[in-house]
């Protein structure tokens, strides 16, 4: 009796957290978001499901340029982490965990202040484009940020890492002896990329976007520091909403609609990618 309950047992600090920091405060929101009132007079559940419509209605053009801005950063993600992943793992050689800590250093510093550096650095009199500027080369008024680019640049920078790591996993997990029997049978570079190292490291590839698209979509920072007024992300309508309007109920429909679109966008990545090829390219 006690081998069978050991496992549960064992699973159930992990259940308690889940419970208490997860399925707790979600059904808290959820119930905030059909709310009404003000936070003078309180607010009494009403059931009011059209604080979904309004607030979607509302600020509808803030959601779009989230999953914009955090689609574009995801595939510059991809498409930067990818090689650094590759040759870290097949020519990294016995440096490989210093370069992975030399990937990880930033983190050391907080994010704050990493994505305050990067406005200081692209900013019109900063310490790249003021010399640029000074020597004629570009126009006074050029300028980087308050743009759709710096916000992306940023997203990208900081949640960089979370696509490498994950990619470098799965390549690590390939095996060299396989790539050498394809390059044995005559085959090129290309196609041993293409056949063998690609469909190996797409478990990697999924979980990167995974880790990097729901925080980069959600993302106040970045907008808030890089970006102008026309460049403002749904995570910081919701953090105005919370913190300085009051309005919990908009606040709380409008984090369950993200999410909800964000879960929606996992999915058809899933089947589009096709899951089960990952999992199965996994288990190799």
């Known amino acids: 009796m006690r081998s069978r309950l050991t496992p549960y047992l064992l699973a159930l600090p992990s259940w308690i957290w889940l419970g208490a920091f997860l399925v707790v405060p979600l059904a808290a929101m959820a119930s905030v978001s059909?709310?009404?009132?003000?936070?003078?007079?309180g607010f009494v559940q009403t059931f009011s499901f059209g604080n979904y419509a309004d607030a979607i209605s509302q600020y509808s053009p803030q959601l779009?340029?989230?999953?914009?801005y955090g689609g574009a950063a995801t595939i510059a993600m991809v498409l930067i982490g990818y090689p650094?992943?590759?040759?870290?793992?097949?020519?990294?050689?016995?440096?490989?965990?210093?370069?992975?800590?030399?990937?990880?250093?930033?983190?050391?510093?907080?994010?704050?202040?990493?994505?305050?550096?990067?406005?200081?650095?692209?900013?019109?009199?900063?310490?790249?484009?003021?010399?640029?500027?000074?020597?004629?080369?570009?126009?006074?008024?050029?300028?980087?940020?308050?743009?759709?680019?710096a916000v992306i640049?940023?997203?990208?920078?900081?949640?960089?890492?979370?696509?490498?790591?994950?990619?470098?996993?799965?390549?690590e997990r390939v095996d060299p002896r396989v790539m050498e029997a394809a390059h044995d049978l005559y085959a090129s570079r290309t196609t041993v990329f293409r056949k063998i190292v690609l469909p190996l490291s797409l478990p990697g590839v999924f979980a990167g976007v995974l880790m990097t698209?729901?925080?980069?979509?959600?993302?106040?920072?970045?907008?808030a520091v890089l970006g102008g007024t026309n460049n403002t992300m749904i995570g910081n309508i919701i953090s105005t909403l919370y913190l300085t309007n009051a309005n919990y109920p908009a606040a709380a429909a409008l984090s369950f609609s993200l999410m909800a679109v964000l879960l929606v966008g996992i999915f058809v990545y899933a089947r589009a990618l096709g899951t089960e090829n990952v999992l199965e390219a996994a288990a190799r």
């Open 153 to 171: 640049s940023g997203l990208t920078y900081n949640w960089l890492p979370f696509m490498i790591l994950p990619i470098y996993v799965s390549l």
């Open 213 to 223: 698209f729901v925080p980069a979509v959600a993302d106040p920072i970045n907008a």
């Open 34 to 41: 059909t709310q009404s009132g003000n936070v003078i007079d």
């Open 84 to 149: 650094v992943a590759y040759w870290i793992a097949f020519r990294g050689g016995n440096r490989k965990a210093t370069y992975l800590f030399l990937l990880l250093l930033p983190f050391f510093v907080s994010f704050v202040l990493r994505t305050i550096s990067w406005n200081f650095m692209l900013s019109g009199d900063g310490i790249l484009l003021g010399p640029l500027k000074d020597w004629g080369l570009l126009p006074n008024d050029f300028q980087i940020t308050a743009t759709a680019f």
């Open 64 to 68: 779009v340029r989230s999953l914009w």
